[in-house]
């Protein structure tokens, strides 16, 4: 694991774009799909998923959908396509609905330039969570993975929330959301720290840094001691960059 200062700098420079509009003080869910195009098949899978995606908001989808393509990280030429701020009653009622007719839309257009694919389901945590302005233009995702150790994830979500209620009394400028995993995404315990950014520039720390400005907020000695709590319930953790394509979700 890097050092205890540099985990923290993950969080100045931390996934939503690709989410609906969260359900104030209720868990909301998002379902996810990385898909691997075949080999030098880049530019026919990117226009088959965007007619695929042009084909969805036509026929009246009632999901809003959202594409990424990873650019920082394993799994260079990985694709992402996410929804997000629904219940769990809206997949089933998707899965009933809409949702036949896009699978069948997909396998036709889309599946035959595949090379893998796989999908997750998460819940976000509206509360630790601190969301931009509806509008606000965005360009990337930074997505931090925290690998919890087994039995500590209290002390890990109480650090989160500790930290969260500080920075939201502060002029903190970043927005963030936290994700825990539902299903799929690997092995656990983890937690999900997404952060948006409108430029790379956008993912320089900030002056003062996050430390700072929560010894500023919590009190050193009590800063220090969330520290201590909160990195010793995590046993590593890794980062990745995802470019937002707006050009190809359809919209």
């Not at 026929?59 to 920082?72: C, I, K, M, R, Y």
């Not at 956008?202 to 009590?222: F, N, R, S, T, Y």
């Amino acid at each position: 694991m890097r050092p205890k200062a540099n985990v923290f700098a993950a969080l100045t420079t931390l996934i939503l774009v690709f989410v609906g509009a969260p359900l104030q003080g209720q868990q909301t869910i998002a379902r996810s799909y990385s898909i691997v195009p075949m080999d030098g098949m880049s530019v026919q899978f990117e226009a088959a998923l965007k007619q695929h995606m042009e084909w969805r908001v036509a026929n009246g989808d009632p999901w809003t959908w959202g594409v990424s393509a990873l650019e920082v990280g394993e799994g260079l030429g990985e694709y992402g396509v996410r929804s997000g701020g629904h219940t769990w009653a809206d997949l089933d009622e998707y899965d009933a609905t809409f949702g036949q007719a896009a699978l069948q839309h997909y396998m036709a257009t889309v599946a035959p330039l595949v090379k893998s694919v796989s999908s997750t389901i998460s819940s976000t945590n509206e509360a630790n969570s601190n969301r931009p302005p509806q509008g606000r233009a965005l360009a990337f995702v930074t997505i931090t993975r925290f690998h919890i150790r087994p039995g500590q994830q209290a002390e890990f979500q109480a650090g989160v929330a500790a930290a969260t209620q500080a920075l939201k009394g502060t002029d903190w400028p970043g927005y963030w959301v936290w994700a825990d995993p539902m299903s799929g995404g690997g092995m656990g315990p983890y937690a999900e720290l997404v952060a948006l950014h409108d430029s790379w520039a956008d993912m320089e720390e900030p002056d003062p840094p996050l430390l700072a400005v929560l010894a500023q907020a919590m009190g050193q000695d009590e800063m220090q001691a969330w520290l201590t709590s909160f990195t010793g319930s995590i046993r590593g953790e890794e980062t990745t960059v995802r470019r937002l394509r707006p050009d190809l979700d359809g919209r």
